[in-house]
């Protein structure tokens, strides 16, 4: 896979336009509550909000390569926190009735192996780099 590029860029305080890829920009900010303007999530958020879009396209690749209807299915994260680092993810499902114990048992198992889950539970090994580069 190529690599991505993601820009943050201030507009104000703690607000920024986040561009991905030169095609999506997102607003993100901290909540009023420690100083920001809450004009969009915070990047913590961010992180659960794709854990939960990661698992809902991997259950729903997978539920249609099997031939299963998963419908109006919806995939919800809780995060935890310590102090303000995420602590916890608690993934639920919200699977429609129609499918069985073993279907949902399956999703349950699938879901575990959305990139972004095991990136987070560690199961992949990720790099950080930081390095300082002059403004044009």
Not at 29 to 35: L, T
Request: negative net charge; glycine residues 8%.
């Amino acid at each position: 896979m190529p690599t991505v590029k993601a820009i943050a860029r201030r507009r104000s305080g703690y607000t920024h336009d986040v561009e991905i890829d030169n095609r999506h920009t997102i607003v993100v900010d901290e909540p009023e509550a420690v100083g920001g303007d809450d004009k969009g999530p915070s990047p913590t958020r961010l992180v659960g909000a794709a854990l939960a879009a990661c698992t809902a396209i991997t259950i729903e690749m997978y539920a249609e390569r099997k031939g299963w209807e998963v419908g109006d299915m919806s995939v919800e994260t809780e995060i935890s926190y310590e102090g303000e680092a995420p602590s916890q993810f608690t993934v639920l499902l919200h699977l429609p009735g129609g499918l069985t114990e073993e279907q949902g048992e399956k999703l349950r198992v699938i879901a575990g192996k959305c990139p972004v889950h095991r990136a987070l539970a560690s199961e992949t090994k990720v790099s950080v780099t930081d390095r300082v580069v002059p403004s044009d």
